[in-house]
């Protein structure tokens, strides 16, 4: 699955996983890295409403609307 950027920018790849302990389907797997970039920053878009998901200095992940 790719993702794009809502400005238009580079995607990113999914590492959608299923772990080998049980069967069905399982969330998609995003590193988070690979969502904010080298900004720190994400924006989600989620029924049309924007959501901004932030590492913090600590590490810590905010998502704030």
């Known amino acids: 699955m790719t993702v794009?950027?809502?400005d238009g920018g580079a995607a990113a790849e999914s590492?959608?996983?299923?772990p080998a302990d049980g069967p069905?389907?399982?969330?998609?797997?995003?590193?988070?890295?690979?969502?904010?970039?080298t900004t720190g920053e994400?924006?989600?878009?989620h029924k049309g409403?924007?959501?901004r998901l932030r590492v913090t200095a600590r590490g810590r992940l905010i998502l704030t609307k």
């Open 15 to 18: 590492t959608a996983e299923r």
């Open 49 to 51: 409403e924007h959501y």
């Open 24 to 37: 069905g389907p399982h969330p998609a797997r995003w590193d988070v890295a690979t969502l904010c970039g």
């Open 4 to 6: 794009r950027d809502p």
């Open 42 to 45: 994400a924006i989600l878009v």
